[in-house]
């Protein structure tokens, strides 16, 4: 017993050493903790500030995709019209050799044969006209078929000019999708380093304030047997730990508060009706309680778009799912509140992760090269082009999404 009672203030200094280091280092840990918490802060800045680039981005990128379909159109115009000039010209390629050959008599040298070029043809008309001799019929004839050949060197020209056009504008679609992709993963990979340093420096804390609290209780225990009264200066400083601890979970839940503020749509969803734009530029084929070509109705909206079509959300949301489901290709659910919930399906590619949030305009991924099945109509089978799905549900079922969009469905993005 002796040597027990001997003993007991050696143990009872060095656990009051070590509780003394593991205050320390908790004190440590507390302003460690709230380094990286201004550290998380500033990065939910910089991640405003990335979706707002993300937003012109994907304008960008939309309004380029507008350009090339309206390339891609004149183009094939050009080409229509090059096809029914020469299938004009062989038609008349018999009359043409009569006129040649009148003309041939009233030159002396002889113009080259049609089969080597027509731009030769061209050349030997314009020669043969300069002579008075011409007979008014033959100039006449001459007249109409210089005037088609001429306007086939200027189609040539235009398409040149055209391909050239469409050629830069793909160029930059490319480099502005890329872009897109740098800033997406960069604002994915913000908070993963900071959140996950800060929750381990939490467990840390916690495990240093479970070490602290078997001290204390040890400390406790020896005071006990040594003094009582140094018994009540430690219960009353377990008080006060006590009590900073509910300071600090009141001021983390009031941060967690505020957080969630900064993370919710900027309006609700039933007072922004008439103001939103379609999530893809494209051509919209059925509406709201159309006839699906099935026997039934359509509970939303099918979009046509070109193959590759960036897509936007069209409203502030939290992604409640995003993935494949069954045949609607990549489907994806966003959460805009008040019981409202907006679905996107037949995308190729998804972009946006679950527990996400977005705001409008924010790119969420791209069009695949054709239709998911579960996105055609009956009288769509054959269309051959990408489809998105949009569905806008209330309280789990489908509503007519057609008050939200600006001016209806008589104004479709494209």
């Known amino acids: 017993m002796a040597a027990l009672a001997a003993a007991a203030p050696l143990a009872l200094a060095q656990t009051a050493d070590d509780l003394n280091t593991i205050e320390q280092q908790i004190d440590a840990s507390k302003t460690l903790q709230e380094q990286m918490v201004q550290e998380r802060e500033a990065i939910v800045r910089e991640q405003e500030a990335l979706s707002e680039r993300l937003i ?18 004149r183009l094939q115009e050009l080409s229509a019209e090059q096809l029914r000039i020469h299938s004009g010209l062989a038609a008349r390629r018999e ?5 040649l050959a009148g003309l041939q008599r009233i030159e002396r040298n002889p113009p080259p044969a049609l089969v080597v070029d027509p731009t030769d043809v061209l050349s030997a008309l314009r020669s ?13 004839d001459a007249a109409a078929l210089s005037a088609q050949l001429a306007r086939l060197e200027t189609l040539a020209t235009q398409t040149k000019s055209e391909q050239e056009r469409l050629k830069d504008h793909v160029a930059r679609l490319l480099q502005s999708r890329q872009e897109m992709t ?54 009353r400083a377990e008080a006060e730990a006590r009590t900073a601890a509910e300071l600090k979970a009141k001021a983390e839940a009031q941060a967690r508060i505020e957080a969630a503020k900064k993370l919710q749509p900027r309006m609700a969803f039933a007072d922004i009706k008439g103001r939103l734009q379609y999530p893809a530029q494209g051509q919209i084929l059925k509406a709201y309680g159309a006839k699906d070509g099935f026997g039934g109705t ?38 805009t509140g008040g019981g409202y919930h907006v679905l996107l399906a037949g995308l190729g590619e998804i972009t946006a992760e679950q527990g996400q949030f977005l705001q409008a305009g924010e790119p969420v991924g ?49």
């Open 56 to 73: 012109a981005l994907a304008e960008k990128i939309q309004s380029r995709e507008a350009a090339i379909l309206s390339a891609e159109e």
């Open 95 to 99: 009359e043409i050799s009569r006129l």
């Open 128 to 140: 043969a006209m300069m002579f008075g001799t011409i007979v008014p019929e033959l100039r006449q």
């Open 182 to 235: 740098d800033l997406q993963a960069r604002k994915k990979s913000l908070l993963a380093d900071t959140t996950e340093r800060l929750q381990a420096e939490k467990e840390r804390a916690l495990e240093l304030a479970a070490k602290a609290q078997d001290l204390k209780q040890l400390l406790a225990q020896l005071e006990e047997e040594r003094r009582r009264a140094e018994a009540a200066e430690k219960a």
């Open 298 to 335: 359509t509970r939303g909206v099918f979009v046509a778009t070109r193959a590759d079509a960036q897509v936007v959300t069209p409203v502030d949301g939290r992604v409640e799912f995003s993935g494949p489901f069954r045949s609607y290709g990549q489907l994806l659910i966003l959460n």
């Open 366 to 414: 791209i069009m695949g090269k054709s239709a998911a099945p579960g996105t055609l109509t009956g009288d769509q089978l054959q269309d051959g082009r990408p489809v998105l799905y949009i569905e806008f549900r209330k309280n789990g079922e489908a509503i007519d999404s057609s008050p939200w969009w600006i001016g209806g469905f008589a104004q479709a993005r494209g």
